[in-house]
């Protein structure tokens, strides 16, 4: 059956279910209204477990320790039921969020009185909550990942390393819970847990119990807490069901819980039989996931293909038709979007809120054919109708993809989310391909065609890898102002970087250069050193439990996550401010050494003033040549410095795992965060201003030769293999993509990228005026979404930063 209309008026007339669909729409829409208009409320739920747990099992191994925190959370947290079919929360309050102490506790004694934000806005903490953070503070401050983390590195290398995050080098990953991927949700799905369950039950009988099987052995145990919990967690929502069943007199509802029930009881515990139970088990076990370590980039892959069994079956049989499909999924796109995090200010201001739930659509099978299915269609319909923020799309484009199913992809686009983004398949593939050749075993042709993409744009191999976002973030602007202050840092007063002398002293450009090269290794030096002890912490602090039971690799190896157990595990680096590094190099080599306009004096004391008073050497900083605009010149440099970037890298070592790391080229919101924390640059960017978004994208206001040439630099910048991911963004005023022909042009577009060797693109439609319009006036514009990295966000809930760097993007009318 193909997909042709989606008019939301036809008339119900699947009979399978005993959901109530008269009422289903009015649902949704109040339960999205709550979403848009109440404050995310911090538990103490989970602070309580954390205190009674951790003093209860002392003594036993971590990985126990851990389990028996996550079982008591999902057994004793409140639950409930909120008229929507697809049951299970987070926490026990209506857009709860869980606090994850054991990272990072500073956040709890520097920010108690501060205006907190998460991915829906202002989030409260109840007094409960806060007498409970105080205890967990006073109980945690030395012992959490960040501690132990700083502890190691000063006892190795006899300095204290936080001076490098404060001054603005990097992020601290370590700080943050993380750690993401794709889950093996199809185990969940056509296996069910009591499989999994059992098959752990009887490997830990096999154990040998030998010294050097003792971490195996503490594995497997854990591991069958976990998976009980989980299973315990579904039938508790079995028991809420039929005993608010026994108190409805509605006979539709009524028969509506008594149907959650029947199927609570069932999955995830055992297989899916219909796309009614597959919903509901792929939920429990995505909950869990988040549960344990709610963090971001835990994607669901790709949900439209795993799925897709179930849905033929139930369209097949007349159970379900491709209207109540949707509204399941608008339920499904709910509960997605109440999942928050909080861990601290600078992280919020990082990450924008971001939970990093994406779904991959598109691809190639293993025979390399197109894998895109009808019910990818019906997800980008839910997106258009549902204009949620989460979870987000993301195709995998190719060019064997149906043109009709192109059509739905631009619909999307133009709908104004900025969903779905746009990964080149075939760049992907190779990615894989040339990262994981170097694994023991190596990687075969169909594991590398089954990849997804993690959170923002970060790609790997379904069910069968992860990655531990393990290496501090760095930020590459700040080399350059390094540079320019001859290593020491201008906020802080402290010498952090090289002393390579004063840039006065510099008598060619090249010198220069040569540099900044050595300000690069000194970075890449101490956050790669730092990142491999982070990934020792977490080992020792939080290992996860039930993330490693759901990853291919793990159970067989009997290791979890964090020690290198999945199939294909990953190490990613964010690096964030490449483009605004190479532009400001540039603008130095032009200005200083070329044309000799100004002194490299000139242009320090105009950078020390902030451009006060130096209004005219900022206008040449402004107007000094810079990527984005395909001059063979301009571009040649930034792809010289992107190589030099990985280059300076890779040659640091191999990651904790033993493998060369690619890094991961984007911004997520580390842009507005690093320019917070700088002073003004050569690029003429003004001190505290937010840097340049993704990695490849044009400094805002600065690309002018038109959409053409912006494509083509984008795509050429960068070394698409070779690093593990970039980021492009691109702004159309809404008219551009306006009736067939702005469709044909956007698909070209996207075609033409790709044929570049582009990795990826994604897409605002929506002029700057509608969004000055919407800051101005944040009460009118509650639900407009924009794309920021590899994410939608609701605008208005944004940082200021992040706002103003949107709205100063250029804008293309076609």
């Known amino acids: 059956m193909s997909v042709i209309d989606?008019?939301?008026s036809a008339p119900v007339e699947g009979q399978g279910y005993a959901i109530n669909w008269d009422t289903a729409e009015q649902r949704i829409?109040?339960?999205?209204?709550?979403?848009?208009?109440a404050p995310q409320v911090m538990d103490p739920e989970r602070l309580r477990c954390l205190l009674d747990v951790y003093e209860e099992f002392a003594g036993e191994s971590t990985l126990y320790i851990r389990a028996k925190l996550f079982e008591r959370v999902l057994l004793t947290k409140k639950i409930f039921l909120d008229g929507n079919p697809i049951v299970g929360t987070l926490t026990g309050i209506r857009c709860g969020v869980n606090p994850y102490p054991e990272w990072n506790v500073s956040w709890i004694k520097d920010e108690m009185q501060l205006a907190k934000m998460t991915s829906l806005g202002e989030m409260k903490i109840p007094k409960e909550t806060e007498e409970l953070l105080e205890k967990v503070y006073r109980k945690w401050k030395n012992r959490t990942c960040i501690a132990l983390n700083n502890r190691m590195y000063k006892d190795k290398y006899g300095v204290n390393p936080a001076q490098y995050s404060?001054?603005?080098?990097?992020?601290?990953n370590v700080s943050v819970a993380s750690g993401s991927g794709i889950a093996d949700y199809p185990k969940a799905l056509n296996k069910g847990l009591r499989w999994v369950l059992d098959d752990l039950k009887e490997r830990l009988r096999a154990c040998p119990t030998t010294l050097d099987n003792k971490e195996k052995h503490d594995l497997y145990r854990a591991m069958i807490v976990a998976v009980e919990a989980v299973i315990a967690h579904s039938h508790r929502y079995a028991e809420l069901a039929e005993k608010t069943a026994e108190a409805e007199t509605d006979p539709k509802n009524r028969a509506e819980l008594l149907e959650i029930a029947e199927i609570c009881r069932r999955v995830p515990e055992y297989p899916a039989r219909n796309f009614r139970e597959a919903i509901q088990s792929f939920w429990f076990v995505h909950l869990a996931i988040e549960v344990e370590q709610m963090a971001c980039a835990t994607s669901p892959g790709r949900y439209g293909q795993y799925m897709y069994p179930f849905y033929k079956k139930d369209i097949e049989e007349g159970r379900l038709t491709q209207e109540q499909v949707i509204t399941l999924l608008k339920f499904q796109w709910i509960k997605h979007m109440e999942l928050g995090e909080y861990q601290g200010g600078s992280y919020a201001k990082t990450l924008s809120g971001h939970t990093g739930q994406t779904i991959t659509i598109g691809g190639v099978d293993a025979d390399g054919r197109d894998a895109s299915t009808e019910l990818e269609e019906l997800l980008l319909e839910t997106q258009i109708r549902m204009r949620g923020i989460q979870p987000t799309l993301t195709l995998l484009y190719h060019p064997k993809l149906k043109p009709s199913y192109m059509n739905k992809v631009v619909d999307c686009i133009r709908g104004g989310s900025g969903q779905p983004q746009i990964l080149n398949n075939t760049v992907v593939i190779e990615r894989n391909l040339a990262r994981f050749a170097q694994y023991r075993d190596g990687i075969t042709l169909e594991d590398a065609r089954n990849c997804g993409n993690y959170g923002c744009v970060s790609t790997g191999i379904c069910g069968k890898g992860s990655f531990i976002t393990q290496e501090d973030q760095p930020c590459l602007a700040k080399v350059v102002e390094l540079l320019l202050n001859?290593?020491?840092?201008?906020?802080?007063?402290?010498?952090?970087g090289v002393e390579t002398g004063d840039p006065r002293e510099f008598a060619s450009f090249e010198e220069l250069y040569d540099a900044c090269k050595a300000q690069l290794r000194h970075l890449f030096t101490i956050s790669r050193h730092h990142s491999d002890l982070s990934q020792m912490a977490r080992l020792q602090v939080v290992p996860s439990v039930f993330r490693s039971v759901m990853y291919d690799g793990c159970i067989e190896k009997g290791m979890c996550e964090e020690a290198g157990g999945t199939r294909y595990p990953q190490v990613n680096p964010i690096m964030t401010a490449g483009v605004d590094a190479a532009n400001a190099l540039l603008a130095i080599k032009h200005l200083v050494f070329d044309t000799k306009k100004i002194t490299m004096d000139q242009l320090l004391e105009a950078l020390k003033a902030n451009f006060e008073g130096y209004e005219d050497i900022r206008r040449m900083c402004f107007e000094a040549p810079k990527h984005g605009n395909d001059y063979p010149e301009i571009e040649a440099f930034v792809q010289r410095f992107y190589h030099d970037v990985d280059e300076i890298?890779?040659?640091?070592?191999?990651?904790?795992?033993?493998?060369?790391?690619?890094?991961?080229a984007y911004s997520l919101s580390y842009h507005n965060y690093f320019g917070s924390l700088m002073g003004a640059l050569p690029t003429g960017r003004k001190a505290g201003v937010a840097l340049t978004d993704g990695s490849v994208s044009a400094m805002p206001g600065t690309d002018h030769e038109g959409i053409t040439a912006l494509i083509k630099s984008g795509a050429e910048a960068i070394d698409t293999v070779r690093y593990g991911a970039n980021h492009f963004n691109v702004k159309f005023l809404p008219s551009a993509l306006e009736g067939p022909q702005g469709a044909r042009n956007l698909i070209a577009l996207i075609k033409t990228y790709c044929d570049y060797g582009g990795s990826h693109i994604q897409f605002n439609c929506v002029s700057s005026d509608t969004l000055q319009h919407a800051q101005d006036n944040p009460q009118e514009y509650k639900d407009l979404v924009v794309r920021v990295a590899?994410?939608?966000?609701?605008?208005?809930?944004?940082?200021?930063?992040?706002?103003?760097?949107?709205?100063?993007r250029t804008e293309y009318a076609g």
């Open 649 to 664: 890298h890779s040659s640091i070592g191999p990651d904790c795992f033993g493998h060369r790391t690619p890094l991961d």
């Open 790 to 808: 590899g994410f939608s966000a609701y605008f208005t809930r944004l940082d200021r930063g992040v706002q103003n760097e949107i709205i100063k």
């Open 29 to 37: 829409t109040e339960l999205k209204d709550y979403l848009m208009t």
């Open 486 to 496: 001859n290593g020491k840092d201008p906020g802080t007063k402290k010498v952090v």
């Open 166 to 172: 404060r001054a603005g080098m990097y992020y601290d």
């Open 6 to 8: 989606f008019d939301s």
